[in-house]
C-alpha cells in the first residue's frame, strides 16, 4: 500500500475547505479521488480538515491541523527545528529528533503539497510567518528524501525578499510541479525561478459533477424566478471585485456598487435579461453550536448590490437566490443558467464546464490573483475577463460574449475535452515519476 501525505497552504481550520468558499470543494474532491484512482489502495493522510463524512466517504485521514500550522507562536520555531532535523539527515542519515511531522514525512512513501493560489506571499495573509513555514514543511519532505510534488497550484507573487530565495531552493527541488494554468509559469520565470520540472495543466474542479437530481423547476419557485421566455443570466459577486480592499470590508460605501449596478442594469434593460444575483461562498455555525450551513459572506454583497439597485427603480426583472445550497446543487443551479458573470473564478468554472457563456470579473484590488487571466487562457476565452473598475469595460464584454453566446458554447464543447486531458495529466505525471 502505498501512502500519501497530503499538505498544503490549504491547510484551515475545520469547515472552510468543504463548508466555506465553494469552488473549494469543487477542487478537493476531484483531486482526492484522482490520486485514488492513479495509487489503487493508497492511504492518503492530510493536515487538511476535512469532515467525518468526507474521510469515510473519500478514504481519507485527517491529522492535527498543527502538524502544518496551527496559528500560535511556536509555528515557526518548530519549523526552523525540524528543518535542521532533516538538514542533518540529508548530511549523516539519522533522525536526532521525530517530531510529530517528520514521523508522518518518514511513515510516507511521498509528499504532496496542495496549495492553490496562496504557495507565495499571499500565504502571509493567513497569518504570520505562513509561507515560511510552508516551505520549511516542503524543505524537509525533500531532505527526508520523500518524493515531493507540487500539484495543481497558481504559485506567486513573490515579492518579499525574506522568502524568495528560499523559494526558489525549495522550488528547484521538487519532483514534478503542475500548474493549473500557464500564467504562473510565466511568472515564475519573471522571478528567476527554475521550472524545467513545471508543466501547466489544468485544475482538476472542471471534473465536479453537479447534482443529478437537483429539482430546477422547484428551485426557481422556491426562489421566486418566473419560468418566462426571458433568458436567465447568474451575476457572482465576491469582495475581491471591488477596488477597493480589504475584501471583507463591511459595510461598503453606495458608490462602490455603482459599476456593477449599471452593467445589471445594461443586462436587464439593453440585452432583455433575467438577472439572478448568487452567493459563491457558504458559512457555517462555529461549534460548539449545532453545525450548520448558512449564508458565507459573499451574499451580505449581493443583497446590498440588490437595494442599491432597487433604491434607483430596478425591481423588474431582478431577482436574488436567498437559499443556502451545497456545492453540488450551486453547481446545477448555475448549469441552468443562459449565461453567467461571475467574481470568483470557480464559479466561473462551474458555468464555463458545463458550456455556459461566461464573463469573469477580475479581482479588483491586492492582493492581485493571476488564477483568473491563467484560467480564461486555459480555456481561450482571455477576451471574456472584465475590469470592474471599468463599468464600459464589462458591459463591452458581456455584450460581446452574449451576442457570440453560440459560437462561445460550441467553442467551449470543443475544448472541455482537451482540458479534461490535461487534468487527467496532473495524475499520469505524477504516476509516471514517482515509478520512475
Known amino acids: 500500500m502505498i501512502k500519501i501525505l497530503l499538505i498544503g497552504q490549504c491547510t484551515l ?12 470543494y469543487y477542487i478537493i474532491e476531484p483531486l482526492i479521488r484522482g490520486l485514488h484512482e492513479t495509487f489503487e489502495d493508497a492511504e492518503i493522510r492530510t493536515t487538511f480538515q476535512l469532515s467525518d463524512g468526507f474521510c469515510e466517504r473519500e478514504k481519507v485521514t485527517v491529522l492535527p491541523m ?23 539527515y540529508r548530511k549523516n542519515g539519522s533522525i ?10 518518514l511513515a510516507s512513501d511521498l509528499v504532496i503539497d496542495f496549495s492553490g493560489d496562496i504557495w507565495g506571499d499571499n500565504a502571509d495573509f493567513l497569518g504570520p510567518d505562513r509561507f515560511l513555514v510552508g516551505l520549511c514543511k516542503d524543505r ?12 495543481a497550484g497558481s504559485p506567486g507573487p513573490f515579492e518579499n525578499q525574506k522568502t524568495v530565495e528560499f523559494a526558489k531552493e525549495v522550488y528547484q527541488n521538487f519532483t ?33 459533477e453537479s447534482d443529478p437530481d437537483f429539482k430546477y423547476q422547484s428551485f426557481m419557485e422556491d426562489e421566486g424566478i418566473p419560468a418566462n421566455k426571458r433568458p436567465k443570466a447568474g451575476f457572482i459577486l465576491c469582495g475581491w471585485n471591488f477596488e477597493e ?36 461562498s457558504n458559512g457555517f455555525q462555529i461549534p460548539p453550536k449545532e453545525f450548520k450551513i448558512q449564508h458565507g459572506r459573499d451574499y451580505p454583497v449581493i443583497k446590498q448590490l440588490q437595494k442599491s439597485l432597487q433604491d434607483k427603480g430596478v425591481n423588474e426583472h431582478l431577482y436574488s437566490i436567498d437559499g443556502v445550497y451545497d456545492p453540488w446543487k450551486t453547481k446545477a443551479i448555475i448549469g441552468g443558467f443562459d449565461f453567467l458573470v461571475s467574481g470568483r473564478v470557480h464559479g466561473a468554472i462551474a458555468g464555463l464546464s458545463q458550456k455556459i457563456p461566461t464573463v469573469i470579473i477580475d479581482y479588483g484590488h491586492e492582493p492581485k490573483a493571476h488564477k483568473l487571466e491563467g484560467f480564461s487562457k486555459v480555456l481561450k476565452i482571455e477576451n471574456f475577463v472584465a475590469n470592474p473598475g471599468s463599468a464600459i469595460d464589462m458591459m463591452d464584454k458581456i455584450g460581446i460574449c452574449w451576442n457570440q453566446r453560440n459560437d462561445v458554447s460550441i467553442h467551449l464543447g470543443n475544448e472541455l475535452p482537451k482540458v479534461k486531458q490535461l487534468i487527467q495529466e496532473n495524475f499520469k505525471q505524477i504516476s509516471k515519476s514517482f515509478f520512475a
Open 140 to 151: 524537509v519532505s525533500q531532505l527526508l528524501s520523500r518524493p515531493t510534488f507540487m500539484l
Open 176 to 208: 514534478l510541479v503542475t500548474n493549473r494554468e500557464p500564467v504562473s509559469k510565466d511568472l515564475l520565470n519573471g522571478y528567476g525561478f527554475n521550472t524545467s520540472k513545471t508543466d501547466s495543466l489544468a485544475c482538476p474542479s472542471f471534473l465536479f
Open 13 to 24: 481550520h475545520w469547515g472552510r475547505l468543504e463548508f466555506g468558499n465553494i469552488g473549494n
Open 66 to 88: 498543527e502538524l502544518y500550522y496551527g496559528w500560535n507562536e511556536t509555528d515557526l520555531s518548530t519549523a526552523l527545528e525540524e528543518l535542521s532535523v532533516a538538514t542533518l
Open 96 to 105: 536526532v529528533k521525530e517530531t510529530p511531522f517528520i514521523k508522518e514525512v
Open 245 to 280: 480592499g480589504p475584501f471583507d470590508k463591511w459595510p461598503r460605501e453606495e458608490s462602490e456598487y455603482e459599476k456593477f449596478a449599471e452593467t445589471i442594469f445594461y443586462m436587464i434593460e439593453e440585452l432583455g435579461m433575467d438577472v439572478c444575483l448568487m452567493s459563491h
